[in-house]
């Protein structure tokens, strides 16, 4: 059994730029949560991806976006980077939606300059 | 904003003493959480607890759900250097809602 796989490991962009971050959720599970961790601060939920679609989302904004694929898989892209996006993007996948048992990925280290 | 409040922020204890942490809620919760998370890597979840009162252990880990439901434990006993870390509580307030992460406990063991 895989666990969560996270890419890439480390990011540096530019004001103003767009990224996007990949992960690989764990064997067996359908959905992937995104979560947003600050230095020193717990992991903030961004959104919910369950079926291709999204399932609940956090207060972010909506250049804040994601895509879940047919094989679980997901992405989450953020459009016009702030300097305050700046984080560990975290990515969770559980058995079932609404799950709240979540398993972790090892994160990507986003740094906006 | 913070709607979870963990204690203490932060404390450093001799290898093999035991440890307690606590985490609190104004408002209920339906499940409670427990992680750590090492530096460099993604939380881990360590108990999960579903009930008013419940108490479950895992290995030299001891959780319990609060009975007003607005709080959790977390005990390790015989602390070891590998529990080095920060311990977060979490938990969604009811069975639909998103998870929330309280700030953690940054845990350091002294050999």
């Known amino acids: 059994e895989t666990g969560v796989t996270q890419s890439p490991t480390h990011l540096i962009k530019t004001r103003g730029q767009q990224v996007t971050l990949r992960c690989s959720s764990q064997s067996g599970h359908n959905t992937v949560s995104w979560y947003q961790q600050a230095l020193g601060q717990g992991p903030q939920f961004i959104f919910q991806?369950?079926?291709?679609?999204?399932?609940g989302r956090g207060n972010f904004p909506p250049r804040f976006s994601g895509l879940q694929f047919p094989n679980y898989s997901s992405e989450l892209n953020v459009n016009a980077l702030e300097l305050d996006d700046s984080a560990l993007y975290l990515c969770a996948s559980s058995l079932v939606a609404g799950g709240h048992e979540q398993y972790f990925g090892p994160g990507t280290r986003l740094t906006v300059t | 904003g913070q709607q979870l409040n963990q204690s203490p922020q932060s404390m450093f204890i001799q290898e093999g003493e035991d440890v307690s942490m606590n985490c609190t809620s104004s408002s209920i919760f339906n499940t409670w959480l427990w992680y750590k998370q090492d530096p460099g890597e993604g939380p881990v979840l360590l108990i999960a607890l579903y009930k008013a009162g419940e108490l479950t252990s895992n290995g030299r880990l001891t959780a319990q759900f609060g009975i007003t439901r607005k709080d959790s434990f977390l005990n390790i006993s015989a602390s070891i250097p590998s529990d080095v870390g920060i311990y977060f509580c979490a938990g969604p307030k009811t069975s639909y809602d998103k998870v929330i992460f309280g700030p953690g406990t940054s845990l350091s063991v002294i050999p």
């Open positions: 991806y369950y079926r291709e679609e999204e399932n």
